[in-house]
Protein backbone atom coordinates (compact mmCIF):
# COMPACT_ATOMS: atom_id res chain seq x y z
CA UNK A 1 0.00 0.00 0.00
CA UNK A 2 1.20 3.26 -0.81
CA UNK A 3 1.64 5.99 2.10
CA UNK A 4 2.62 9.75 2.48
CA UNK A 5 4.26 10.99 5.82
CA UNK A 6 4.41 14.90 6.40
CA UNK A 7 6.12 14.57 10.17
CA UNK A 8 5.81 18.25 10.93
CA UNK A 9 2.60 19.14 11.53
CA UNK A 10 2.90 22.86 12.06
CA UNK A 11 5.41 25.09 10.94
CA UNK A 12 6.36 28.82 11.78
CA UNK A 13 8.99 31.17 10.35
CA UNK A 14 9.31 34.80 10.26
CA UNK A 15 9.39 36.74 6.57
CA UNK A 16 12.71 35.92 5.23
CA UNK A 17 13.31 32.67 6.46
CA UNK A 18 13.90 29.67 4.35
CA UNK A 19 11.87 26.79 5.33
CA UNK A 20 11.98 23.37 4.68
CA UNK A 21 9.21 20.91 4.52
CA UNK A 22 9.50 17.51 4.76
CA UNK A 23 8.17 14.58 2.72
CA UNK A 24 8.59 10.88 3.13
CA UNK A 25 6.77 7.98 0.82
CA UNK A 26 6.22 4.43 0.76
CA UNK A 27 5.07 2.59 -2.94
CA UNK A 28 5.70 -0.81 -3.72
CA UNK A 29 5.23 0.47 -7.47
CA UNK A 30 8.24 0.97 -9.62
CA UNK A 31 6.60 4.00 -11.58
CA UNK A 32 4.81 6.42 -9.72
CA UNK A 33 4.46 10.38 -9.16
CA UNK A 34 5.08 12.52 -6.49
CA UNK A 35 3.43 16.22 -6.11
CA UNK A 36 3.31 19.03 -3.92
CA UNK A 37 0.00 21.35 -3.44
CA UNK A 38 -0.55 23.88 -1.73
CA UNK A 39 -3.99 24.91 -0.05
CA UNK A 40 -3.62 28.69 0.92
CA UNK A 41 -6.39 29.82 3.28
CA UNK A 42 -8.75 30.45 0.31
CA UNK A 43 -8.77 26.63 0.15
CA UNK A 44 -8.46 25.84 -3.06
CA UNK A 45 -5.81 22.89 -4.09
CA UNK A 46 -3.32 23.98 -6.06
CA UNK A 47 -0.85 22.27 -8.15
CA UNK A 48 3.12 22.88 -7.41
CA UNK A 49 5.07 20.20 -8.82
CA UNK A 50 5.07 16.41 -10.00
CA UNK A 51 8.30 14.60 -9.98
CA UNK A 52 8.74 10.92 -12.14
CA UNK A 53 10.09 8.56 -9.74
CA UNK A 54 12.96 8.13 -13.01
CA UNK A 55 13.65 11.37 -12.71
CA UNK A 56 16.11 12.36 -9.16
CA UNK A 57 17.06 15.76 -10.76
CA UNK A 58 16.85 18.41 -7.90
CA UNK A 59 14.12 21.36 -9.27
CA UNK A 60 14.49 25.02 -8.63
CA UNK A 61 11.12 27.36 -9.32
CA UNK A 62 11.84 30.74 -8.11
CA UNK A 63 12.06 30.86 -4.66
CA UNK A 64 10.86 27.25 -4.62
CA UNK A 65 12.69 24.16 -5.05
CA UNK A 66 12.41 20.40 -4.60
CA UNK A 67 15.21 17.67 -3.35
CA UNK A 68 14.17 13.99 -4.39
CA UNK A 69 16.00 11.52 -3.00
CA UNK A 70 14.90 7.95 -3.98
CA UNK A 71 17.28 6.05 -1.77
CA UNK A 72 16.13 7.79 1.18
CA UNK A 73 12.33 7.94 -0.43
CA UNK A 74 12.16 11.33 0.39
CA UNK A 75 10.65 14.61 -1.80
CA UNK A 76 11.28 17.61 0.49
CA UNK A 77 10.17 21.17 -0.17
CA UNK A 78 12.12 24.31 0.51
CA UNK A 79 10.67 27.75 0.16
CA UNK A 80 13.68 30.41 0.50
CA UNK A 81 13.58 33.93 1.98
CA UNK A 82 10.02 33.03 2.66
CA UNK A 83 6.92 35.72 2.30
CA UNK A 84 3.69 36.21 4.15
CA UNK A 85 1.79 34.88 0.97
CA UNK A 86 3.27 31.39 1.43
CA UNK A 87 1.31 30.64 4.60
CA UNK A 88 -1.08 27.82 3.55
CA UNK A 89 -1.19 24.07 4.40
CA UNK A 90 0.99 22.24 1.76
CA UNK A 91 0.24 18.32 0.88
CA UNK A 92 2.66 16.18 -0.20
CA UNK A 93 1.31 12.87 -2.58
CA UNK A 94 2.04 9.84 -4.45
CA UNK A 95 0.67 8.62 -7.27
CA UNK A 96 0.99 5.51 -8.80
CA UNK A 97 1.69 6.37 -12.30
CA UNK A 98 1.57 3.83 -15.07
CA UNK A 99 -1.21 1.72 -16.10
CA UNK A 100 1.26 -1.40 -16.42
CA UNK A 101 0.81 -1.35 -12.61
CA UNK A 102 -2.71 -2.45 -13.57
CA UNK A 103 -1.46 -5.86 -15.04
CA UNK A 104 0.84 -6.16 -12.49
CA UNK A 105 -2.02 -6.45 -9.78
CA UNK A 106 -2.25 -2.60 -8.84
CA UNK A 107 -5.94 -1.43 -8.59
CA UNK A 108 -5.15 2.22 -7.83
CA UNK A 109 -3.91 3.92 -11.08
CA UNK A 110 -3.94 7.68 -11.30
CA UNK A 111 -5.31 7.93 -7.58
CA UNK A 112 -3.40 10.11 -5.38
CA UNK A 113 -2.32 9.22 -1.69
CA UNK A 114 -1.80 12.38 0.67
CA UNK A 115 0.34 12.99 3.29
CA UNK A 116 -1.20 14.44 6.72
CA UNK A 117 -0.38 18.50 5.39
CA UNK A 118 1.89 20.72 7.38
CA UNK A 119 0.61 23.75 8.08
CA UNK A 120 3.02 26.81 7.79
CA UNK A 121 2.85 29.72 8.68
CA UNK A 122 4.90 33.24 7.53
CA UNK A 123 4.51 35.94 10.13
CA UNK A 124 5.66 39.46 8.91
CA UNK B 1 -12.26 30.73 -17.66
CA UNK B 2 -11.84 28.27 -14.53
CA UNK B 3 -10.71 24.97 -15.21
CA UNK B 4 -12.35 23.03 -12.69
CA UNK B 5 -15.55 24.12 -11.42
CA UNK B 6 -17.95 22.75 -8.95
CA UNK B 7 -21.91 23.97 -8.07
CA UNK B 8 -22.21 24.78 -5.12
CA UNK B 9 -19.53 26.00 -3.26
CA UNK B 10 -21.00 25.53 -0.11
CA UNK B 11 -24.05 23.37 1.26
CA UNK B 12 -26.24 23.63 4.28
CA UNK B 13 -28.98 20.55 4.77
CA UNK B 14 -30.23 18.34 7.09
CA UNK B 15 -29.81 15.00 7.96
CA UNK B 16 -31.77 12.57 5.86
CA UNK B 17 -31.97 15.05 2.74
CA UNK B 18 -30.31 13.57 -0.30
CA UNK B 19 -28.05 16.33 -2.29
CA UNK B 20 -26.08 16.34 -5.21
CA UNK B 21 -22.57 18.26 -6.46
CA UNK B 22 -21.73 18.94 -9.77
CA UNK B 23 -18.12 18.98 -10.84
CA UNK B 24 -17.20 20.25 -14.64
CA UNK B 25 -13.92 20.65 -16.64
CA UNK B 26 -13.05 22.48 -19.64
CA UNK B 27 -9.33 21.36 -19.68
CA UNK B 28 -10.06 18.60 -22.00
CA UNK B 29 -8.78 15.83 -19.70
CA UNK B 30 -10.24 11.99 -19.60
CA UNK B 31 -10.03 11.62 -16.28
CA UNK B 32 -12.05 12.68 -13.24
CA UNK B 33 -12.09 12.30 -9.39
CA UNK B 34 -13.89 12.86 -6.17
CA UNK B 35 -11.85 13.60 -3.24
CA UNK B 36 -12.70 14.33 0.58
CA UNK B 37 -11.19 16.39 2.75
CA UNK B 38 -12.42 16.20 6.09
CA UNK B 39 -12.23 18.72 9.30
CA UNK B 40 -8.46 17.81 9.82
CA UNK B 41 -7.40 18.60 6.62
CA UNK B 42 -6.82 15.25 5.13
CA UNK B 43 -7.71 14.46 1.84
CA UNK B 44 -8.80 10.80 1.00
CA UNK B 45 -9.95 10.11 -3.12
CA UNK B 46 -13.13 8.35 -3.30
CA UNK B 47 -14.31 8.08 -6.77
CA UNK B 48 -12.57 7.85 -10.45
CA UNK B 49 -13.60 7.61 -14.03
CA UNK B 50 -11.73 7.74 -16.94
CA UNK B 51 -13.63 8.06 -20.07
CA UNK B 52 -16.94 7.75 -18.30
CA UNK B 53 -16.03 4.48 -16.67
CA UNK B 54 -15.71 3.44 -12.82
CA UNK B 55 -11.82 2.92 -12.29
CA UNK B 56 -11.51 4.04 -9.25
CA UNK B 57 -13.81 2.98 -6.09
CA UNK B 58 -13.00 2.86 -2.32
CA UNK B 59 -14.09 2.47 0.67
CA UNK B 60 -17.46 4.63 0.24
CA UNK B 61 -20.66 3.70 1.97
CA UNK B 62 -23.54 3.09 -0.53
CA UNK B 63 -25.00 5.97 -0.02
CA UNK B 64 -22.36 7.88 -2.10
CA UNK B 65 -22.86 7.07 -5.67
CA UNK B 66 -21.03 9.23 -8.79
CA UNK B 67 -22.42 9.56 -12.09
CA UNK B 68 -20.35 10.98 -15.25
CA UNK B 69 -22.70 11.74 -17.90
CA UNK B 70 -19.62 12.88 -20.50
CA UNK B 71 -15.54 13.17 -19.98
CA UNK B 72 -16.06 16.59 -18.63
CA UNK B 73 -18.66 15.86 -16.28
CA UNK B 74 -18.75 14.33 -13.37
CA UNK B 75 -21.42 14.75 -10.61
CA UNK B 76 -21.46 13.26 -7.08
CA UNK B 77 -24.97 12.47 -5.36
CA UNK B 78 -25.20 11.39 -1.72
CA UNK B 79 -28.81 10.22 -0.10
CA UNK B 80 -29.68 10.31 3.36
CA UNK B 81 -27.09 12.55 4.47
CA UNK B 82 -25.08 11.69 7.68
CA UNK B 83 -23.51 14.00 10.24
CA UNK B 84 -19.86 13.03 9.49
CA UNK B 85 -20.43 13.73 5.45
CA UNK B 86 -19.98 16.94 6.44
CA UNK B 87 -16.90 18.08 4.71
CA UNK B 88 -14.66 19.85 1.93
CA UNK B 89 -15.58 17.80 -1.40
CA UNK B 90 -13.06 18.52 -4.29
CA UNK B 91 -13.63 17.71 -7.56
CA UNK B 92 -10.31 17.23 -9.86
CA UNK B 93 -9.61 15.97 -13.27
CA UNK B 94 -6.39 14.64 -15.10
CA UNK B 95 -4.85 13.35 -18.26
CA UNK B 96 -4.03 9.87 -19.30
CA UNK B 97 -1.33 9.36 -21.76
CA UNK B 98 0.44 6.61 -23.12
CA UNK B 99 -0.25 4.47 -20.10
CA UNK B 100 0.84 7.28 -17.62
CA UNK B 101 -1.53 9.42 -15.48
CA UNK B 102 -0.32 12.75 -14.85
CA UNK B 103 -0.90 15.97 -12.30
CA UNK B 104 -4.74 16.64 -11.20
CA UNK B 105 -6.05 20.41 -10.86
CA UNK B 106 -8.62 20.12 -8.33
CA UNK B 107 -12.24 22.68 -8.35
CA UNK B 108 -12.48 25.13 -5.30
CA UNK B 109 -14.05 22.46 -3.22
CA UNK B 110 -17.92 22.31 -1.98
CA UNK B 111 -18.16 22.43 1.57
CA UNK B 112 -20.80 20.58 2.43
CA UNK B 113 -22.34 21.07 6.44
CA UNK B 114 -25.08 18.60 7.61
CA UNK B 115 -27.06 19.71 10.57
Redesign the interface.
Known amino acids: AQKVTQAQTEISVVEKEDVTLDCVYETRDT?Y?L?W?K?PPS?????LI?RNSFDEQNEISGRYSWNFQKSTSSFNFTITASQVVDSA?Y?CAL??????EINAGG????????G??TILTVHP | DTAVSQTPKYLVTQMGNDKSIKCEQNLGHDTMYWYKQDSKKFLKIMFSYNNKELIINETVPNRFSPKSPDKAHLNLHINSLELGDSAVYFCASSQHRGGYSYEQYFGPGTRLTVT
Not at chain 1, 43 to 47: A, D, I, R
Not at chain 1, 107 to 114: D, E, H
Request: aromatic content about 28%; overall charge neutral; hydrophobic content about 35%.
Open positions: TYFYQGELVFRVFSEAYLGTSYGKLTFQG
